[in-house]
């Protein structure tokens, strides 16, 4: 399968391994929530983990592939603030831990998502 292909189903994987780590260990997504925000952080969690995984199946699926993947690019903008805030809450964290926070940054991939929604296909 050319890189071209691979490219959506590569990203809605990327989604749903998210997803299911807001469900497999929340606690480290509760802590991101602004506390601004009405409810328990553990709702935002699980409803964010709930939309990524929604997001994924309709970048999986090629008739839904370029909405779901505009929507993906909106939430990713949505929720990059949280992913910043982890950066600075994990800097005095051990290496490997402030290496993940950091890491994240860049894998807020509203550009491939953009690439995906543009053509269909995945060619970024």
């Known amino acids: 399968m050319p890189r071209s292909e691979r490219s959506p189903l590569l990203l809605a994987g990327l989604l749903a391994t998210a997803g299911v780590a807001h469900f497999a260990t929340p606690r480290p997504f509760d802590a991101l929530v602004p506390r601004a925000l009405p409810g328990s952080p553990r709702a935002w969690t699980y409803g964010s983990g709930a939309v990524e ?3 994924a199946a309709g970048i999986a699926a ?63």
């Open 53 to 55: 995984l929604a997001l």
């Open 62 to 124: 090629p008739r839904t592939r370029a909405v779901a993947a505009k929507a993906a690019a909106a939430f990713l903008v949505g929720v990059f603030p949280a992913n910043v805030q982890m950066a600075v809450d994990w800097r005095h964290w051990p290496a490997p831990l402030r290496t993940a926070a950091l890491a994240r940054l860049p894998l807020q991939l509203v550009l491939w998502a953009r690439g995906v929604a543009r053509n269909g296909k995945g060619r970024s």
